[in-house]
């Protein structure tokens, strides 16, 4: 089975800190998303990758930047973390050749931000 | 902006009833996916029907997708209470390279015993 996993379950932060979320996936998958959920909204997708250093903007990149230096992995960096940045963080992957653009989530990270 | 809106946003029926819930998107699509989320956890894919299909089945699921409204329904016969949790359906964009899949803000279906 694939396995998406994200760093942490919880994390609390103060405001002004820059924050790392990491996302590993052990099945070669070529794209990652980054996806923020708050009540009401659903997911919103901030940034994904479809190879090695390659990056897009999703619909609510603003406050954030992402890394991808290695394809398992894929880092969501908030540079100075702000309440409004309180959520949960969920990471997914997935390959147009291996799973037809099913995307495998992780666990979510709930980020509280004080 | 939401690429996918669901309909309706909260739904609740009796054990054993069909369960119906509706998708609409804006764009044009490879394919349309819908996840399930029980409370606080991740999302688990549950079919996913691409953009030459009009129904597919499986199991107590059943899924059509109509591209000329740009729409989809997802029906679950013969409900259970462990159905209960939040649904999504999600679209799946390229542009190049990039596939970028947009989910929208979810149904949350409770099953009552």
């Known amino acids: 089975d694939v396995k998406v996993t994200q760093s942490s379950r919880y994390l609390v932060k103060r405001t002004g800190e820059k924050v790392f979320l990491e996302c590993v996936q052990d099945?070669?998958?070529?794209?990652m998303f980054w996806y923020r959920q708050d009540p009401g909204l659903g997911l919103r997708l901030i940034y994904f990758?479809?190879?090695?250093?390659?990056?897009e903007k999703g619909d609510i990149p603003e406050g954030y930047s992402v890394s991808r230096e290695k394809k398992e992995r894929f880092s969501l960096i908030l540079e100075s973390a702000s309440t409004n940045q309180t959520s949960m963080y969920l990471c997914?992957?997935?390959?147009?050749?291996?799973?037809?653009?099913?995307?495998?989530f992780g666990q979510g990270t709930r980020l509280t931000v004080v | 902006s939401q690429q996918g809106e669901e309909d309706p946003q909260a739904l609740s029926i009796q054990e054993g009833e069909n369960a119906t819930m509706n998708c609409s998107y804006k764009?044009?699509?490879?394919?349309l996916q819908w996840y399930r989320q029980n409370s606080g956890r991740g999302l688990v894919h549950l079919i996913l029907?691409?953009?030459?299909?009009r129904e597919k089945h499986s199991g107590r699921l059943r899924v059509t997708l109509d591209t000329s409204k740009k729409s989809s329904s997802l029906l679950i016969t013969a409900s259970r209470a462990a159905d209960t949790a939040s649904y999504f359906c999600?679209?799946?964009?390229?542009?190049?390279?990039?596939?970028?899949?947009?989910f929208g803000s979810g149904t949350q279906l409770t099953v009552l015993p």
């Open positions: 997914a992957s997935s390959s147009p050749r291996r799973t037809g653009g099913r995307a495998f």
């Open positions: 099945m070669d998958h070529e794209n």
């Open positions: 990758s479809y190879d090695v250093k390659m990056k």
């Open positions: 764009t044009s699509i490879n394919n």
């Open positions: 029907i691409r953009s030459n299909e």
């Open positions: 999600a679209t799946l964009i390229s542009s190049g390279s990039a596939r970028q899949l947009t």
